[in-house]
């Protein structure tokens, strides 16, 4: 299922051409709609749930909304970018909630005692 | 990159080995590895012997990088930094940390705390100090190209000051001739000289310096571009006179057959379509005013001997380049036609006060004698009245501070001409600042009779003068009187449409009216205190009265100051801080929001559509630095991949259980407030870990998600208080940006009360401490994070 906008959140990237998830969607599925000024996706139905646009974009806008055969309400999947790993929180039709953490960068600390 | 890092921590003769067990540091330090060259502990750094020790370690150990772990940075900076320096090693590559302030003076009753907390800053330091590096000096080749837009008092000055430092300057005057106001004046108080000596002297020099471009009769129609590389259009309206042929005969005015109200008079009197040059019109040649020709009248055309008279010319439009912009756009008087009462436009006899200017300048419509307009009469009686629609909420609420003295100038005028004339002032209350008062004296010698009233209105009296009802606020009375002149003190008020097209098209009004850039009168004020001249985008700075009300003499120190900023930015080249904006172009997929976030607009894109930040216009503020959503500004010496290493560098808890926050703290205010906190020995709980950073805004979430992933319990995000912060929006865009990714924990079942912002001013040590207090208690509260728990893979 495709990704949600939060309206109050995205600014549009400041009515840019391009917003940055326009920029990163692999599908070229997001754009910007003119009138509104905010980011909307142009075809639901085309969207893999990549994730990317959700992780990208600096505003915190973009939630991916599950698919409900996956898991229907309450049921969440979202991603935490940080600067030298990625988090996803998984919320399942329960609410149980699980949390991954993986590191993309390993930093030179590593040598370190704790 | 560090590859021999030294840790000193100093004892400070007992305040910090008072509360933080030194031996016991001594078994910490050893737990750091990696890049570690020295590790010493003394009890006084800063004494001869420690000074010598610190000296020794660098060049016998041939360390790279130095963390001083004891007082805090602005203590002993100078003695540090020298030492350093002397050593060999760069200043940049002193790390101070404050385990004083820091550490030791709030939490000296929790000993056990205090170390820890010591240990973990260290551990924070060690991780940042791996990653620096010494600066790479910058010089950037400066902006040689300025406008200065307005040929008045304060663009003739800014102009001649940039010519002559070797800048090329285009000068552009929307009327025929330059000097604005001022050249129309008759006499500048408080010497009460001749205004056009000192605006000739001036533009000769001008001339002399062959630098300056003037444009006459042009205007700004539009502006573009980014700080450092504005792009103007320019309109220049045509003389319809060949300025080679003209030889001044005059034979045009004879034949032409309108007449055209004079502009140069204020509308006092008036000449043909087509005319003389205006005095201190620099082309010196006739002008027809093509608004006010007849249609297909062609008798000057026909009159001129020297057929120097082209009637088909058309307005020139040119784009200039350049890099900064003096705005020196001035004032007009208020329109006093619009205070009904006081009959302005219906009784010729009211003038305001540049009319009655030009009156008495012997240049003037009546050659320097005081005629009624209406009557004819020599004025014999005559009333001021100030604050002409100032200081009135209907009409313009601000004084203009210059009004005052100059009717008292005029008051003077009358008196020297002669005693017997009766002159009143009419005023609400007399603004004399500073030795202007002298002026004031002078006219109550002199004989005029101040009465503090705001007339009720001004009419027709049958003797042919005016009658002029007020109530005389000292006395109570209701006073009327007859006089054969009305002078009206109209104030000042922005001039022309420069205002408009900057905040149309370089910076918005909502944001200049949101951080007080801009004052309610339209006047673009800037932030007089700290960053005066400027408002707009970085480049552009405003001088003389398109910044407020104010005199010739401060009309012409703004003008040079704002020349200064433009000079700042203007040498051939020019050693920038090593502090400015660098994107990382590897990194960089163009998304433009620096450019948007960038509090200054310095920001352009380059030939690949990279954005790239104009160095000479960067104040290193680093906002940009925290709205990349891809961490690829990577400035000098403190950036988001140091920050990283410090989130990341396994901070322990200070006591079991125990949340551990990290603080992220501005360094022009919120952490000042926290250093004084320690000093006055304010508790606050030894959980919190403070980071200076230079502002709020250059705190990137991506740290604060990276802490949260690696299980750290709460962050603090402390900043200016709102429009008060020295990078304009730092302090705003840090809280929004907060906001956000407090909504994206709420949905990933965390509590949003784990991040959270404060605003501090720099006193303001006691709501630092109990705001601290309370996060911690709240976080105790909540748990310890879920991510402690998470499945790393």
Known sequence: ?114 | MANSIGIFVCGCRGLVSGSIDLPRMEAELAKLKKSVGARVLHPWLCSDGGRETIRESIVKKSLDCIILAGCPGNVHGELFGGLVNGAGLAAEMLLRLDIREGCAFPHRDSPDHSFRKAANLIRMWTARARLMEPFAEIRLSGHRDAVVAGGGLAGLTAALDLAEAGIRVTLIEKESFIGGNVARLNKVFPRMCDAGCGLTYLYNRIKDTGRVRLLTLSEITSLGGRAGRYEAGVVTRPRYIKEGLCSGCGRCVKACPVEAPDRFNYGLGSHRAVQAPYPMDPAGVYLINREYCPEGCEACSRACPAGAIDLTQKALETRINFGTMVVASGWSPYPVERVERFGCGVYPDVLTNMQMERLASESGPTGGRIICPGSGREARRVVFIQCAGSRDVWHQSWCSSVCCTASIKQALYLKERDPGCRVYIFYNDIRTPGDYEDLYVRAQEAGVVFIRTNPAGVSADPSGGLRITAEDTLTGRVIETVADLVVLAAGMTPAGDMMKIIEKEVVDRELLEKYGLIGSSGYHTGHRQCFPMETAAQGIYFAGCAQGPMDMGRTASSALAASGRVLKAAAVEVAVSPHIAVVDKKECDKCKRCLEECPYGVFHLDGEGFPVPDGLFCRGCHVCVGSCPRQCIVPQGFGVKQQAAMVSARIKETAPREPVVIAFMCENDAYPAALEAGRRGLEYPPNIHIIPVRCIGSVNMALIKEGISAGLDGFLLAGCRSGECHYISGSDRARERLDNLRDTLRDMMIEPERVEFLSLGIGEARIFAREAGELVKRLREIGPSPFKTAIVI
Request: hydrophobic share 30%; with cysteine; proline share 7%.
């Open chain 1, 1 to 114: 299922m495709p990704p949600k906008v939060d309206p109050t959140k995205c600014d549009g990237c400041r009515g840019e051409s391009e917003p940055l998830c326009e920029q990163v969607c692999p599908g070229n599925l997001m754009t910007l709609d003119k009138d509104t000024m905010k980011a909307i996706i142009r075809d639901k139905s085309d969207c893999w749930d990549c994730m990317t646009c959700t992780k990208a974009c600096p505003r915190q806008a973009i939630q991916t909304v599950l698919q409900y055969q996956l898991a229907y309400f309450p049921g969440k999947l979202i991603p935490l970018v940080g600067t030298n790993s990625v988090t996803w929180t998984s919320i399942d039709c329960h609410g149980r909630v699980e949390r991954f953490v993986m590191k993309t960068l390993v930093s030179g600390d590593d040598e370190d005692e704790d």
